[in-house]
């Protein structure tokens, strides 16, 4: 996988220092983010049948935190045509560089939370014809 893609499974415990996530009697406990900027946070639903995205930002790199449903993300490296798919389930955060398109579909009803170092741009979302 190319390396404008990072996937991570966030580890189950509330024992180290950053980005973790753990369940207790009252409800789980998702540190999402630990030592990073974010100048654009959004959280979003999909459901199950529909899709997000289909674009690619030449300024923004995203990440996305699953924190509820499942979802199968395409993507594909518009410098160097790599292109692969991502099956993202609850606890999984993945980063995506500049210049890669995606798009999201979901299996089940989703909730993700989206954030970004950058601010969003309307005019840094470029679609892919065909």
Same mark, same amino acid.
């Given at each position: 996988? *190319? *390396?404008?893609?990072?996937l991570?499974?966030?580890p ?8 973790k996530r753990w369940?207790?009697?009252? /409800?789980e406990?998702?540190?999402?983010a =630990?030592?990073? *900027? ?8 999909l459901k ?10 030449a ?5 996305? =935190?699953?924190?509820k449903?499942?979802?199968?993300a ?8 790599e ?5 993202l389930?609850p /606890?999984?955060?993945?980063s ?9 579909y /979901?299996?089940?009803d989703?909730?993700?939370v989206e =954030?970004?170092?950058?601010? =969003?741009?309307n005019?840094?979302?470029?679609r892919?014809?065909?």
């Amino acid at each position: 996988m *190319t *390396t404008k893609i990072s996937l991570q499974k966030l580890p189950e415990t509330k024992e180290i220092d950053g980005a973790k996530r753990w369940t207790e009697e009252k /409800g789980e406990f998702v540190q999402i983010a =630990y030592d990073e *900027t974010a100048r654009h946070i959004a959280l979003f639903e999909l459901k199950a049948g529909f899709n997000r995205g289909d674009h690619w930002h030449a300024k923004k790199e995203e990440v996305f =935190y699953v924190a509820k449903g499942k979802i199968r993300a395409l993507w594909r490296d518009l410098d160097t045509g790599e292109a692969g798919e991502i099956l993202l389930t609850p /606890g999984h955060k993945l980063s995506i560089a500049t210049r890669i398109w995606h798009i999201f579909y /979901g299996l089940e009803d989703a909730l993700v939370v989206e =954030y970004s170092p950058q601010k =969003y741009e309307n005019s840094d979302t470029f679609r892919v014809d065909g």
